[in-house]
């Protein structure tokens, strides 16, 4: 069983930053990919930045320049710098990871519970 927590969320007023952080627990897994979505009032759930193995990072267009993913393959955690906060990016922010039993060879997607990101003056 593996579990991942989100923390950093908050209120911010416009062109201010927020830091997300997600930490994956349990044992006897292997994580290939972690990422960070979100999903604003109304709208679909969309990939916001991910880091997978052997392939580097990827980000939406929307937060290009402004939000930066960091991850710790050894600690099994995930960040996400935020800066330049819009109020469009007003959304509840869910950590993603995809796993792998140890000895196993297939992965699946393990989600966090949500952490709500607030951009308003």
């Known amino acids: 069983q593996v579990q991942l927590v989100e923390s950093g969320g908050g209120l911010v007023q416009p062109g201010g930053s927020l830091r997300l952080s997600c930490a994956a627990s349990?044992?006897?897994?292997?994580?290939?990919?972690m990422g960070w979505y979100r999903q604003a009032p109304g709208k679909e759930r969309e990939l916001v930045a991910s880091?997978?193995?052997?392939?580097?990072?990827s980000y939406a267009d929307s937060v290009k320049g402004r939000f930066t993913i960091s991850r710790d393959n050894a600690k099994n955690t995930v960040s996400l710098q935020m800066n330049s906060l819009k109020p469009e990016d007003t959304a509840v922010y869910f950590c993603?990871?995809?796993?792998?039993?140890?000895?196993?060879?297939?992965?699946?997607?393990?989600w966090g519970q949500g952490t709500q990101v607030i951009v308003s003056s």
């Open positions: 880091n997978t193995d052997g392939r580097g990072t």
């Open positions: 349990g044992s006897g897994f292997n994580i290939r990919a």
């Open positions: 993603n990871a995809a796993v792998r039993r140890r000895y196993d060879n297939w992965y699946f997607e393990v």
